[in-house]
């Protein structure tokens, strides 16, 4: 395999690389120096029901693990708003586009996540993908 991207820190663990298989990114220590190669953020702003906090949050724990598993998924971050407590903000870093938009949503697990998370959200949330400004 031909190295685009390495990485080591002077620790016992493996050498990465931006073209390694999935499955060495997710078990990767220094993953968030990676999160700066993944070509498109998804940015989606949550807003749930009021008084479901707690719900919402519990039924996002089972959900994260359908999506890192998932092919081109390189990380996620859930914030919760400090001044609207019924607000978060879901971030997730792909490889691609069409990790998320053509393998995720038209995915089978795209199926099990909504019936998790989808009902805890008024109004729908509108998802965006943003790519780096400068490489």
Request: proline share 5%; with cysteine.
């Amino acid at each position: 395999m031909e190295h685009k991207f390495s990485l080591f820190l002077g620790s016992a663990s493996p050498l990465c690389c931006y073209d390694a298989p999935d499955e060495v990114h997710r078990s990767c220590p220094h993953l968030t120096l990676l999160v700066k190669l993944a070509m498109i953020l998804e940015v989606a702003i949550l807003d749930v029901i009021p008084g479901q906090e707690s719900d919402f949050e519990q039924a996002f724990f089972k959900a994260q693990k359908i999506i890192s598993a998932m092919p081109g998924y390189m990380s996620h971050e859930l914030k919760r708003c400090i001044q609207k407590r019924s607000r978060y903000i879901l971030l997730v870093n792909w490889k691609k586009l069409g990790d998320h938009t053509d393998g995720f949503r038209a995915s089978a697990e795209y199926q099990e996540w909504k019936a998790l998370l989808h009902h805890f959200y008024d109004p729908f949330p509108e998802v965006e993908h943003y790519e780096n400004a400068f490489t």
